[in-house]
């Protein structure tokens, strides 16, 4: 589990799509470590923090075709959402959370999957 703080100053750590990943894929290798560090920072045990492109990567992970369990777009969409949204305790650094979350709203209603979020992701900037 990551330290509170080192040497008097609060650490925050910074999820990549791979932890949220792991956390959220039974069949993904990193399963068992990286649900409990997920749960952790939800419930505020450390400080965590993610970006919006990190979001939309795990989005697209979860709706490719070999994810294990693998999720249709508005299943991947909810888990992204709980993921961040209240009372999660995770903190998205980028200040365009309400773009990121109507992207995945989007995309969900539009049965986009795996790498076309990426795709409709880049057409909205």
Known sequence: MPEAESQG????????????????LK????????RPLVESARRGAFKACTMVGILSEV???????KAE?????????????????PPSAIVVLNENLAGALKTLELAARHRLTARRIHDARHALR
């Open 59 to 65: 989005y697209g992970a979860l709706t490719w075709e």
């Open 9 to 24: 100053t609060p650490q925050v750590v910074l999820f990549d799509a791979g932890v949220f990943i792991g956390a959220l």
């Open 27 to 34: 069949g993904d290798s990193r399963h068992t470590e990286a």
């Open 69 to 85: 369990p693998r999720h249709n777009p508005a299943e991947a969409a909810q888990a992204v959402r709980l993921l961040v949204e």
